[in-house]
């Protein structure tokens, strides 16, 4: 069986622990390979390379860190099919959705190929007598990266291009459940030119999370995962003195008011719940149907969900694959069960669903959910899964209260022909990211990317300039080039003259 190994200091190390984990091929429910979990000390390895990589990364001009970035983005293009193949292999998502990914994440890539503007400082000149002011940004030194399953190669490539683009070495710790593809990314960095020991990778679970928190040497922390374990993130982190962002949980809300076109809303309605098998954490997984539209608007969805053709990911007529594990399959499945008892209308039932051929794969169908009271548990629960819960208000201000009341606050989106519904909604709704008439509402890599409320641990946002901010310190210089004018004590305070 092929053992996924670490990546450090330029080459695959393989973990001597002993412990590994299951890589499975969610399409089959096979195990095809596994990985080897990190030890102490092998993460202490990954962070020496890190440290003695920054002594030289740290001070190399930018013209060298853009000319290799350049050559990363060129690689990765010619790499795409072969990347989001590694995807689909090991999370199960369907090929062109695995393709979207890696674009995404190569957008990071291709911002960091401009960091020479993002970098520039500033200067004051005479801000006194022969006095000017320069504020720079500079490196934080080693930084680490927890990733989640769902983006196995998108949100390793929202921390990592900046990272070092800004002069920072970097160790990420990604996901135990597809870890391949972020594997290859450090193998074509390193094909890129990228030195040895800028970018690292630590295979594993808790103990190498938990010492790339406690490491005297890691400056900085990026996460992007559930909410209890952002959460725990960010506090471990602070109590190392880290800088930390922790990214966590969603449950997103498609506000539908009764004048927009339901047609087009019942299509994004069903590409932002069921793509991906629910599995984004900007996902849609309730649509709030406001007014007396809402019969019309559960059918057309309702119809449309039917026609899904689920399937194997790399069959090209799938459009959603399986989800990641068989407890995860079981776990979404147990929701429609209890969303019944508890009060909803199940219009569509996914649960018990299998693929001819592929039983043994973690498949399920894609539910429906009407009506659904907001003390339900699959209304109050992040279910990452193909369920769409539709809940019913009377009016606008009702459902913004609703959405303001969910303790999550990701992405969010409006449906509506109204622009003075739709602007009032972008001030008065509490999440980071709002559509209008757009379901998934993923900023572009030069805007930052991130929640409010129980959505995002920390203080600045994911990539963009908040990334650049968050990557960098910065520094403050004030400068005098004495003239012979200037001799003379003078005990005095300074003052500006
Ligand atoms: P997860 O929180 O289980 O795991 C994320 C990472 O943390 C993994 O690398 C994992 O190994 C590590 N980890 C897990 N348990 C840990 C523990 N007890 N101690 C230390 N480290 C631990 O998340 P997941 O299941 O891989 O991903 C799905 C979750 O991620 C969903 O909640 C989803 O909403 C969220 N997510 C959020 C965003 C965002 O931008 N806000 C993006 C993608 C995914």
Known sequence: MKTITHWIDGKPVESASGRHGAVYNPATGAQEKQVGFATVDEVDAAVAAAKAAFETWGVSSIAKRTAILFKYRELLDAHRDEIAELITAEHGKVHSDALGEVARGMEIVELACGISVQLKGELSTQVSTRVDVASIRQPLGVVAGITPFNFPAMVPMWMFPLAIACGNTFVLKPSEKDPSASFRLAELASEAGLPDGVLNIVQGDKVAVDRLLEHPDIEAVSFVGSTPIAKYIQLKAVEH???????????????????????????????????????????????????????????????????????????????????????????????????????????????????????????????????????????????????????????????????????????????????????????????????????????????????????????????????????????????RWPDPADAGINLGFPSHS
């Open 241 to 479: 003195g880290k800088r930390v962002q922790a990214l966590g949980g969603a449950k997103n809300h498609m506000l539908v008011l009764p004048d927009a076109d339901l047609d087009f809303a019942a299509d994004q309605a069903i590409n932002a719940a069921y793509g991906s098998a629910g599995e984004r954490c900007m996902a849609v997984s309730v649509v709030v149907a406001v007014g007396d539209t809402g019969d019309e608007l559960v059918a057309k969805i309702a119809e449309r969900a039917k026609n899904l053709k689920i399937g194997p990911g790399n069959d090209p007529s799938s459009e959603m694959g399986p989800l990641i594990t068989r407890e995860h399959r079981d776990k979404v499945g147990s929701y429609v069960t209890s969303a019944a008892e508890q009060g909803a209308e199940v219009v569509v039932d996914g649960s018990g669903f299998t693929v001819e051929g592929h039983e043994d794969g973690f498949f399920i169908g894609v539910t429906l959910l009407d009506k659904v009271p907001v003390t339900a548990d699959a209304y109050r629960d992040e279910i990452f899964g193909p369920v769409l819960a539709v809940v019913r208000a009377e009016s606008y201000d009702e459902a913004v209260r609703l959405i303001n009341d969910s303790r999550w606050g990701n992405g969010t989106a409006i449906f509506t022909r109204d622009g003075g519904a739709a602007r009032r909604f972008q001030l008065e709704v509490k999440a980071g990211m709002v559509g209008v008439n757009v379901p998934i509402p993923v900023p572009v890599g030069y805007h930052s990317f991130g929640g409010w409320k129980d959505s995002l641990f920390g203080d600045l946002h994911i990539y963009g300039n908040d990334g650049i901010a968050f990557y960098t310190q910065g520094k403050v210089i004030t400068t």
